[in-house]
Antibody
Framework: QVQLVQSGAEVRKPGASVKVSCKAS????????IHWVRQAPGQGLEWMGW????????HYAQKLQGRVAMTRDTSINTAYMEINRLTSDDTALYFC??????????????WGQGALVTVSS | QSALTQPASVSGSPGQSITISCTGT?????????VSWYQQHPGKAPKLMIY???NRPSGVSNRFSGSKSANTASLTISGLQAEDEADYYC??????????FGGGTKVTVL
Protein backbone atom coordinates (compact mmCIF):
# COMPACT_ATOMS: atom_id res chain seq x y z
CA GLN A 1 0.00 0.00 0.00
CA VAL A 2 1.08 3.56 -0.67
CA GLN A 3 2.69 5.25 2.33
CA LEU A 4 4.49 8.51 2.95
CA VAL A 5 6.37 8.60 6.24
CA GLN A 6 7.82 11.90 7.40
CA SER A 7 10.57 12.74 9.85
CA GLY A 8 9.80 13.89 13.37
CA ALA A 9 9.13 17.20 15.05
CA GLU A 10 11.83 19.87 15.03
CA VAL A 11 12.50 22.99 17.08
CA ARG A 12 14.66 25.75 15.63
CA LYS A 13 15.67 29.25 16.57
CA PRO A 14 14.85 32.20 14.33
CA GLY A 15 17.33 32.50 11.48
CA ALA A 16 18.13 28.79 11.44
CA SER A 17 17.26 26.15 8.82
CA VAL A 18 15.27 22.92 8.96
CA LYS A 19 15.08 19.94 6.62
CA VAL A 20 12.09 17.58 6.62
CA SER A 21 12.15 14.17 4.94
CA CYS A 22 9.36 12.15 3.34
CA LYS A 23 9.97 8.47 2.59
CA ALA A 24 7.68 6.92 0.00
CA SER A 25 6.77 3.26 -0.39
CA UNK A 26 4.23 1.11 -2.20
CA UNK A 27 4.53 2.73 -5.63
CA UNK A 28 7.09 3.79 -8.24
CA UNK A 29 8.57 6.88 -6.59
CA UNK A 30 9.81 8.49 -9.83
CA UNK A 31 6.41 8.40 -11.52
CA UNK A 32 4.54 10.81 -9.22
CA UNK A 33 5.19 14.42 -8.27
CA ILE A 34 5.60 15.21 -4.58
CA HIS A 35 3.92 18.36 -3.23
CA TRP A 36 4.65 20.07 0.05
CA VAL A 37 1.87 21.78 2.00
CA ARG A 38 2.04 23.49 5.38
CA GLN A 39 -0.52 24.44 7.99
CA ALA A 40 0.16 27.01 10.70
CA PRO A 41 -1.55 26.36 14.06
CA GLY A 42 -5.29 26.92 13.72
CA GLN A 43 -4.91 28.08 10.12
CA GLY A 44 -5.64 26.73 6.65
CA LEU A 45 -3.55 24.83 4.15
CA GLU A 46 -0.81 26.57 2.20
CA TRP A 47 0.71 25.08 -0.96
CA MET A 48 4.50 25.37 -0.90
CA GLY A 49 5.78 23.72 -4.06
CA TRP A 50 6.40 20.52 -5.96
CA UNK A 51 9.29 18.33 -7.01
CA UNK A 52 9.36 15.88 -9.88
CA UNK A 53 11.34 12.91 -8.55
CA UNK A 54 12.12 11.97 -12.15
CA UNK A 55 14.87 14.47 -12.87
CA UNK A 56 14.45 16.67 -9.81
CA UNK A 57 12.71 19.69 -11.36
CA UNK A 58 11.06 21.94 -8.80
CA HIS A 59 8.59 24.81 -8.63
CA TYR A 60 7.91 26.89 -5.54
CA ALA A 61 5.26 29.27 -4.28
CA GLN A 62 6.39 32.81 -4.98
CA LYS A 63 6.41 33.86 -1.33
CA LEU A 64 8.89 31.08 -0.47
CA GLN A 65 11.24 31.43 -3.44
CA GLY A 66 14.80 31.97 -2.29
CA ARG A 67 14.18 30.36 1.10
CA VAL A 68 12.94 26.88 0.27
CA ALA A 69 14.60 23.97 -1.51
CA MET A 70 13.01 20.66 -2.42
CA THR A 71 15.24 17.74 -3.31
CA ARG A 72 15.01 13.98 -3.60
CA ASP A 73 17.10 10.84 -3.36
CA THR A 74 15.67 8.24 -5.71
CA SER A 75 17.97 5.52 -4.34
CA ILE A 76 15.98 5.57 -1.08
CA ASN A 77 12.64 6.88 -2.40
CA THR A 78 12.82 9.96 -0.22
CA ALA A 79 11.92 13.58 -0.81
CA TYR A 80 13.21 16.49 1.26
CA MET A 81 12.06 20.03 1.97
CA GLU A 82 14.43 22.55 3.50
CA ILE A 83 13.62 26.09 4.60
CA ASN A 84 16.25 28.57 5.73
CA ARG A 85 16.13 31.94 7.51
CA LEU A 86 13.27 30.68 9.65
CA THR A 87 10.92 33.09 11.42
CA SER A 88 8.04 32.49 13.81
CA ASP A 89 5.70 32.64 10.80
CA ASP A 90 7.22 29.34 9.64
CA THR A 91 5.92 27.50 12.71
CA ALA A 92 3.59 24.94 11.15
CA LEU A 93 2.78 21.33 10.42
CA TYR A 94 4.51 20.41 7.18
CA PHE A 95 2.96 17.74 4.95
CA CYS A 96 4.33 15.95 1.93
CA UNK A 97 1.75 14.51 -0.46
CA UNK A 98 1.75 12.43 -3.62
CA UNK A 99 0.53 14.31 -6.66
CA UNK A 100 -0.53 13.17 -10.07
CA UNK A 101 1.38 10.72 -12.18
CA UNK A 102 3.74 12.52 -14.56
CA UNK A 103 1.91 15.84 -14.13
CA UNK A 104 2.52 18.79 -11.83
CA UNK A 105 -1.19 19.13 -11.06
CA UNK A 106 -1.60 19.53 -7.27
CA UNK A 107 -4.13 16.74 -6.79
CA UNK A 108 -2.83 14.83 -3.78
CA UNK A 109 -4.19 11.38 -3.07
CA UNK A 110 -1.80 10.23 -0.35
CA TRP A 111 -0.38 12.34 2.45
CA GLY A 112 2.35 11.99 5.04
CA GLN A 113 1.48 12.24 8.70
CA GLY A 114 2.95 15.74 8.97
CA ALA A 115 6.07 17.07 10.67
CA LEU A 116 5.72 19.86 13.21
CA VAL A 117 8.33 22.59 12.93
CA THR A 118 8.44 25.08 15.78
CA VAL A 119 10.45 28.28 15.48
CA SER A 120 11.12 29.85 18.84
CA SER A 121 13.90 31.75 20.54
CA GLN B 1 -1.32 33.98 -5.77
CA SER B 2 -4.32 34.81 -3.59
CA ALA B 3 -6.16 32.07 -1.76
CA LEU B 4 -9.43 30.87 -3.19
CA THR B 5 -12.52 32.17 -1.38
CA GLN B 6 -14.62 29.79 0.71
CA PRO B 7 -17.28 30.51 3.36
CA ALA B 8 -15.84 30.21 6.84
CA SER B 9 -18.58 27.89 8.03
CA VAL B 10 -21.57 25.92 6.82
CA SER B 11 -23.97 23.89 8.93
CA GLY B 12 -26.80 21.47 8.42
CA SER B 13 -28.89 18.86 10.18
CA PRO B 14 -28.37 15.13 9.70
CA GLY B 15 -29.85 13.98 6.42
CA GLN B 16 -29.82 17.42 4.85
CA SER B 17 -27.66 18.56 1.94
CA ILE B 18 -25.13 21.36 2.11
CA THR B 19 -23.02 23.07 -0.53
CA ILE B 20 -19.64 24.74 -0.08
CA SER B 21 -18.51 27.25 -2.68
CA CYS B 22 -14.97 27.99 -3.81
CA THR B 23 -14.40 31.13 -5.86
CA GLY B 24 -11.26 31.88 -7.78
CA THR B 25 -10.37 33.55 -11.06
CA UNK B 26 -9.91 32.66 -14.70
CA UNK B 27 -6.26 31.98 -13.86
CA UNK B 28 -7.11 29.10 -11.57
CA UNK B 29 -10.58 27.65 -10.96
CA UNK B 30 -12.08 29.06 -14.14
CA UNK B 31 -9.18 28.19 -16.36
CA UNK B 32 -8.65 24.52 -15.60
CA UNK B 33 -10.64 21.44 -14.65
CA UNK B 34 -8.16 20.67 -11.89
CA VAL B 35 -10.17 21.55 -8.81
CA SER B 36 -9.88 19.24 -5.82
CA TRP B 37 -11.63 19.07 -2.46
CA TYR B 38 -10.12 17.81 0.78
CA GLN B 39 -11.64 16.83 4.11
CA GLN B 40 -9.58 17.34 7.26
CA HIS B 41 -10.49 16.17 10.72
CA PRO B 42 -8.68 17.76 13.70
CA GLY B 43 -5.12 16.58 14.05
CA LYS B 44 -5.26 14.54 10.85
CA ALA B 45 -3.82 14.85 7.37
CA PRO B 46 -6.18 16.05 4.63
CA LYS B 47 -8.11 13.41 2.68
CA LEU B 48 -8.86 13.77 -1.02
CA MET B 49 -12.64 13.72 -1.58
CA ILE B 50 -13.05 15.08 -5.12
CA TYR B 51 -10.54 15.62 -7.95
CA UNK B 52 -10.73 17.10 -11.43
CA UNK B 53 -13.87 19.05 -10.43
CA UNK B 54 -16.27 16.13 -10.09
CA ASN B 55 -14.46 12.80 -9.77
CA ARG B 56 -14.50 10.72 -6.58
CA PRO B 57 -11.49 8.62 -5.58
CA SER B 58 -12.16 4.99 -4.85
CA GLY B 59 -13.64 4.57 -1.39
CA VAL B 60 -15.18 8.04 -1.08
CA SER B 61 -18.92 8.02 -0.46
CA ASN B 62 -21.16 9.00 -3.37
CA ARG B 63 -22.82 11.47 -0.96
CA PHE B 64 -19.96 13.80 -1.96
CA SER B 65 -20.17 15.48 -5.35
CA GLY B 66 -18.42 18.36 -7.09
CA SER B 67 -19.20 20.80 -9.86
CA LYS B 68 -17.95 24.02 -11.41
CA SER B 69 -19.43 27.03 -13.14
CA ALA B 70 -17.13 29.75 -14.47
CA ASN B 71 -14.78 30.77 -11.64
CA THR B 72 -16.68 29.02 -8.85
CA ALA B 73 -16.45 25.38 -7.85
CA SER B 74 -18.81 23.70 -5.42
CA LEU B 75 -18.79 20.68 -3.14
CA THR B 76 -22.14 19.20 -2.16
CA ILE B 77 -22.58 16.78 0.70
CA SER B 78 -25.94 15.03 0.62
CA GLY B 79 -27.47 12.99 3.43
CA LEU B 80 -25.29 14.82 5.96
CA GLN B 81 -23.88 12.56 8.68
CA ALA B 82 -22.15 13.27 11.98
CA GLU B 83 -18.87 11.93 10.59
CA ASP B 84 -18.93 14.64 7.90
CA GLU B 85 -18.19 17.29 10.53
CA ALA B 86 -14.73 18.51 9.56
CA ASP B 87 -12.86 21.26 7.72
CA TYR B 88 -13.06 21.25 3.93
CA TYR B 89 -10.57 22.85 1.56
CA CYS B 90 -10.73 23.39 -2.17
CA UNK B 91 -7.61 23.64 -4.28
CA UNK B 92 -6.82 24.42 -7.88
CA UNK B 93 -4.01 24.33 -10.38
CA UNK B 94 -3.02 27.83 -11.54
CA UNK B 95 -1.68 29.46 -14.68
CA UNK B 96 1.69 29.78 -12.92
CA UNK B 97 1.91 25.99 -12.60
CA UNK B 98 1.42 26.31 -8.88
CA UNK B 99 -1.28 25.14 -6.52
CA UNK B 100 -3.57 27.28 -4.42
CA PHE B 101 -5.94 26.39 -1.58
CA GLY B 102 -9.09 27.99 -0.33
CA GLY B 103 -9.20 29.34 3.20
CA GLY B 104 -11.21 26.38 4.42
CA THR B 105 -14.81 25.82 5.51
CA LYS B 106 -15.82 24.36 8.85
CA VAL B 107 -18.80 22.05 8.43
CA THR B 108 -20.96 21.59 11.51
CA VAL B 109 -23.62 18.90 11.80
CA LEU B 110 -26.33 20.27 14.03
Amino acid sequence: QVQLVQSGAEVRKPGASVKVSCKASGYTFSDYYIHWVRQAPGQGLEWMGWINPNGGATHYAQKLQGRVAMTRDTSINTAYMEINRLTSDDTALYFCARGKRWLQIPTCDYWGQGALVTVSS
Amino acid sequence: QSALTQPASVSGSPGQSITISCTGTSSDVGGYNFVSWYQQHPGKAPKLMIYDVSNRPSGVSNRFSGSKSANTASLTISGLQAEDEADYYCSSFTSSSTGVFGGGTKVTVL
